[in-house]
T-cell receptor
Framework: RKEVEQDPGPFNVPEGATVAFNCTYS??????FFWYRQDCRKEPKLLMS???SGNEDGRFTAQLNRASQYISLLIRDSKLSDSATYLC???????????FGTGTKLQVIP | GAGVSQTPSNKVTEKGKYVELRCDPI?????LYWYRQSLGQGPEFLIY????????DSGLPNDRFFAVRPEGSVSTLKIQRTERGDSAVYLC??????????FGQGTRLTVV
Protein backbone atom coordinates (compact mmCIF):
# COMPACT_ATOMS: atom_id res chain seq x y z
CA ARG A 1 0.00 0.00 0.00
CA LYS A 2 1.29 3.45 -0.90
CA GLU A 3 2.03 5.79 1.98
CA VAL A 4 -0.12 8.53 0.48
CA GLU A 5 -2.91 7.75 -1.97
CA GLN A 6 -4.99 10.02 -4.13
CA ASP A 7 -7.51 9.63 -6.90
CA PRO A 8 -5.58 10.75 -10.00
CA GLY A 9 -8.69 12.15 -11.68
CA PRO A 10 -9.02 14.07 -13.87
CA PHE A 11 -11.82 16.01 -12.28
CA ASN A 12 -13.51 18.12 -14.95
CA VAL A 13 -15.77 20.73 -13.37
CA PRO A 14 -17.54 23.85 -14.67
CA GLU A 15 -16.55 27.28 -13.48
CA GLY A 16 -18.24 28.15 -10.22
CA ALA A 17 -18.60 24.56 -9.09
CA THR A 18 -17.45 23.17 -5.77
CA VAL A 19 -15.03 20.27 -5.93
CA ALA A 20 -13.48 18.12 -3.21
CA PHE A 21 -10.43 15.88 -3.19
CA ASN A 22 -9.61 13.25 -0.62
CA CYS A 23 -6.29 11.70 0.21
CA THR A 24 -5.48 8.81 2.53
CA TYR A 25 -2.23 8.20 4.39
CA SER A 26 -0.99 4.95 5.87
CA UNK A 27 1.44 6.12 8.56
CA UNK A 28 -0.58 6.73 11.71
CA UNK A 29 2.41 8.58 13.19
CA UNK A 30 2.27 11.30 10.54
CA UNK A 31 2.02 14.70 12.15
CA UNK A 32 2.10 17.29 9.39
CA PHE A 33 -0.03 17.45 6.28
CA PHE A 34 -0.07 19.77 3.33
CA TRP A 35 -1.69 20.37 -0.02
CA TYR A 36 0.56 21.43 -2.87
CA ARG A 37 -0.44 22.72 -6.26
CA GLN A 38 1.55 21.90 -9.38
CA ASP A 39 1.01 23.59 -12.70
CA CYS A 40 2.04 21.87 -15.89
CA ARG A 41 5.83 21.67 -16.22
CA LYS A 42 6.34 23.69 -13.04
CA GLU A 43 7.54 22.74 -9.58
CA PRO A 44 5.05 21.98 -6.79
CA LYS A 45 4.15 24.94 -4.63
CA LEU A 46 2.63 24.92 -1.18
CA LEU A 47 -1.09 25.66 -1.28
CA MET A 48 -1.91 25.24 2.36
CA SER A 49 -1.08 23.34 5.50
CA UNK A 50 -3.72 21.11 7.03
CA UNK A 51 -4.42 21.52 10.72
CA UNK A 52 -6.28 19.20 13.05
CA SER A 53 -9.04 21.73 13.53
CA GLY A 54 -9.42 22.31 9.82
CA ASN A 55 -8.47 25.52 8.12
CA GLU A 56 -9.77 27.82 5.45
CA ASP A 57 -8.02 30.18 3.08
CA GLY A 58 -10.43 32.05 0.89
CA ARG A 59 -12.15 29.57 -1.40
CA PHE A 60 -10.03 26.68 -0.12
CA THR A 61 -10.80 24.54 2.92
CA ALA A 62 -8.61 21.73 4.20
CA GLN A 63 -9.61 19.15 6.77
CA LEU A 64 -7.92 16.31 8.58
CA ASN A 65 -9.57 13.14 9.86
CA ARG A 66 -7.04 11.31 12.00
CA ALA A 67 -9.36 8.44 12.91
CA SER A 68 -9.83 7.53 9.26
CA GLN A 69 -6.40 8.79 8.21
CA TYR A 70 -7.48 11.04 5.42
CA ILE A 71 -7.24 14.67 4.51
CA SER A 72 -9.44 16.63 2.18
CA LEU A 73 -9.34 19.77 0.10
CA LEU A 74 -12.50 21.64 -0.85
CA ILE A 75 -12.46 24.32 -3.52
CA ARG A 76 -15.50 26.55 -3.77
CA ASP A 77 -16.49 28.71 -6.73
CA SER A 78 -13.89 27.13 -9.01
CA LYS A 79 -11.97 29.42 -11.33
CA LEU A 80 -10.30 28.56 -14.60
CA SER A 81 -7.02 29.41 -12.90
CA ASP A 82 -7.57 26.60 -10.38
CA SER A 83 -6.81 24.08 -13.14
CA ALA A 84 -3.72 22.22 -11.94
CA THR A 85 -2.62 19.04 -10.21
CA TYR A 86 -3.15 18.99 -6.46
CA LEU A 87 -0.66 16.95 -4.46
CA CYS A 88 -1.38 15.61 -1.00
CA UNK A 89 1.59 15.44 1.36
CA UNK A 90 2.14 13.78 4.73
CA UNK A 91 5.28 13.72 6.79
CA UNK A 92 6.65 10.61 8.43
CA UNK A 93 6.20 10.75 12.16
CA UNK A 94 9.31 11.49 14.15
CA UNK A 95 11.27 13.28 11.46
CA UNK A 96 10.83 15.54 8.53
CA UNK A 97 10.66 13.28 5.52
CA UNK A 98 7.57 14.15 3.53
CA UNK A 99 5.78 11.82 1.16
CA PHE A 100 3.76 12.97 -1.82
CA GLY A 101 0.73 11.43 -3.37
CA THR A 102 0.66 11.06 -7.14
CA GLY A 103 -1.65 14.05 -7.43
CA THR A 104 -5.21 14.76 -8.51
CA LYS A 105 -5.68 16.62 -11.74
CA LEU A 106 -8.33 19.31 -11.83
CA GLN A 107 -9.61 20.89 -15.02
CA VAL A 108 -12.03 23.77 -14.65
CA ILE A 109 -14.10 24.22 -17.79
CA PRO A 110 -15.63 27.54 -18.98
CA GLY B 1 19.30 33.14 -2.14
CA ALA B 2 15.61 33.56 -1.44
CA GLY B 3 14.54 30.22 -2.82
CA VAL B 4 15.82 26.78 -3.73
CA SER B 5 18.12 26.96 -6.71
CA GLN B 6 18.85 24.03 -9.01
CA THR B 7 21.39 23.86 -11.78
CA PRO B 8 21.42 23.16 -14.60
CA SER B 9 17.79 23.74 -15.53
CA ASN B 10 18.15 21.38 -18.47
CA LYS B 11 20.68 18.65 -19.15
CA VAL B 12 20.93 16.46 -22.21
CA THR B 13 23.41 13.63 -21.97
CA GLU B 14 24.28 10.51 -23.87
CA LYS B 15 23.46 7.07 -22.55
CA GLY B 16 26.31 5.78 -20.40
CA LYS B 17 27.58 9.19 -19.36
CA TYR B 18 27.92 10.55 -15.82
CA VAL B 19 25.91 13.58 -14.67
CA GLU B 20 25.80 15.79 -11.61
CA LEU B 21 22.80 17.83 -10.59
CA ARG B 22 23.18 20.59 -8.04
CA CYS B 23 20.78 21.94 -5.44
CA ASP B 24 21.28 25.05 -3.33
CA PRO B 25 18.61 25.04 -0.60
CA ILE B 26 17.06 27.91 1.28
CA UNK B 27 19.54 29.24 3.80
CA UNK B 28 19.05 27.71 7.23
CA UNK B 29 16.96 24.77 6.07
CA UNK B 30 18.42 21.62 7.57
CA UNK B 31 16.30 19.17 5.62
CA LEU B 32 16.90 18.61 1.92
CA TYR B 33 15.09 16.22 -0.40
CA TRP B 34 15.62 14.92 -3.88
CA TYR B 35 12.64 13.76 -5.91
CA ARG B 36 12.23 12.52 -9.43
CA GLN B 37 9.11 13.23 -11.43
CA SER B 38 8.08 11.65 -14.69
CA LEU B 39 5.34 13.05 -16.88
CA GLY B 40 1.89 12.57 -15.36
CA GLN B 41 3.24 11.26 -12.07
CA GLY B 42 3.70 12.78 -8.64
CA PRO B 43 7.16 13.41 -7.25
CA GLU B 44 8.93 10.15 -6.41
CA PHE B 45 11.10 10.29 -3.30
CA LEU B 46 14.79 9.55 -3.82
CA ILE B 47 16.76 10.67 -0.78
CA TYR B 48 16.41 12.87 2.27
CA UNK B 49 19.21 14.67 4.12
CA UNK B 50 19.09 16.00 7.63
CA UNK B 51 22.17 18.18 7.85
CA UNK B 52 25.11 16.45 6.21
CA UNK B 53 23.86 12.92 6.58
CA UNK B 54 21.47 10.96 4.42
CA UNK B 55 18.68 10.14 6.84
CA UNK B 56 16.80 8.06 4.28
CA ASP B 57 18.11 6.94 0.90
CA SER B 58 15.56 4.21 0.38
CA GLY B 59 14.21 5.86 -2.75
CA LEU B 60 17.42 5.69 -4.77
CA PRO B 61 16.56 3.22 -7.54
CA ASN B 62 19.97 1.52 -7.74
CA ASP B 63 23.65 2.00 -7.03
CA ARG B 64 24.12 4.23 -10.08
CA PHE B 65 22.50 6.99 -8.05
CA PHE B 66 24.33 8.74 -5.25
CA ALA B 67 23.91 12.06 -3.46
CA VAL B 68 26.06 14.10 -1.12
CA ARG B 69 25.68 17.15 1.05
CA PRO B 70 29.14 17.57 2.55
CA GLU B 71 28.64 20.85 4.40
CA GLY B 72 24.97 20.58 5.18
CA SER B 73 23.95 23.09 2.57
CA VAL B 74 24.46 22.47 -1.17
CA SER B 75 23.71 18.97 -2.37
CA THR B 76 24.75 17.14 -5.51
CA LEU B 77 22.87 14.22 -7.03
CA LYS B 78 25.19 12.03 -9.07
CA ILE B 79 24.08 9.54 -11.67
CA GLN B 80 26.57 7.13 -13.21
CA ARG B 81 26.20 5.26 -16.49
CA THR B 82 22.98 7.06 -17.32
CA GLU B 83 20.17 5.15 -19.00
CA ARG B 84 17.26 6.41 -21.09
CA GLY B 85 14.92 5.48 -18.24
CA ASP B 86 16.66 8.05 -16.03
CA SER B 87 15.11 10.83 -18.11
CA ALA B 88 12.85 12.85 -15.83
CA VAL B 89 12.64 16.11 -13.94
CA TYR B 90 14.77 15.96 -10.82
CA LEU B 91 13.35 18.16 -8.09
CA CYS B 92 15.11 19.36 -4.99
CA UNK B 93 13.29 20.72 -1.96
CA UNK B 94 14.30 22.02 1.44
CA UNK B 95 12.39 22.54 4.64
CA UNK B 96 12.74 23.87 8.14
CA UNK B 97 11.45 22.17 11.27
CA UNK B 98 7.86 23.15 10.43
CA UNK B 99 7.96 20.66 7.61
CA UNK B 100 6.72 22.79 4.72
CA UNK B 101 8.94 21.92 1.78
CA UNK B 102 9.90 24.47 -0.82
CA PHE B 103 10.95 23.29 -4.25
CA GLY B 104 13.44 24.41 -6.80
CA GLN B 105 12.39 24.62 -10.42
CA GLY B 106 13.97 21.29 -11.17
CA THR B 107 16.52 19.93 -13.59
CA ARG B 108 15.07 18.33 -16.70
CA LEU B 109 17.37 15.44 -17.55
CA THR B 110 17.17 13.87 -20.97
CA VAL B 111 19.28 10.82 -21.74
CA VAL B 112 19.60 10.15 -25.46
Amino acid sequence: RKEVEQDPGPFNVPEGATVAFNCTYSNSASQSFFWYRQDCRKEPKLLMSVYSSGNEDGRFTAQLNRASQYISLLIRDSKLSDSATYLCVANSGGYQKVTFGTGTKLQVIP
Amino acid sequence: GAGVSQTPSNKVTEKGKYVELRCDPISGHTALYWYRQSLGQGPEFLIYFQGTGAADDSGLPNDRFFAVRPEGSVSTLKIQRTERGDSAVYLCASSSTQGEAFFGQGTRLTVV
